[in-house]
Nanobody, 125 residues
């Protein structure tokens, strides 16, 4: 079992930055693929970013590429999402997820077995 708790969300002006954190508990997290997803109001949940268990490979949605950076610190059982140059369309609830069944990064939500409760990010124009 893996429990995930996100933090770091909030209200920021367009062009600003936020760093989300996802603290995990559970023995398998440090060997799990991890990812971030988001759900905007009235929209389906969508993939944002993912990385392998050691952070050696990352992958991003085109909409955030070059602005967001995913990373992890396995010594702290934490995954981060650094978000720069935020836009109003980035407004959403952001979810952290873990996929212990896989070794390469994953982009589909059905591949993830564990989810956090989400943290709200609101970007004002």
């Amino acid at each position: 079992q893996v429990q995930l708790v996100e933090s770091g969300g909030g209200l920021v002006q367009a062009g600003g930055s936020l760093r989300l954190s996802c603290a995990a508990s559970g023995r398998t997290f440090s060997t799990s693929v991890a990812g971030w997803f988001r759900r905007a109001p009235g929209k389906e949940r969508e993939f944002v970013a993912t990385l392998t268990w050691n952070g050696g490979a990352t992958y991003y949605a085109d909409s955030v590429k070059g602005r967001f950076t995913i990373s992890r610190d396995n010594a702290k059982d934490t995954v981060y999402l650094q978000m720069n140059s935020l836009k109003p369309e980035d407004t959403a609830v952001y979810y952290c997820a873990a996929a212990p069944r896989f070794y390469t990064y994953r982009v589909y939500d059905y591949e993830y077995d564990y989810w956090g409760q989400g943290t709200q990010v609101t970007v004002s124009s």
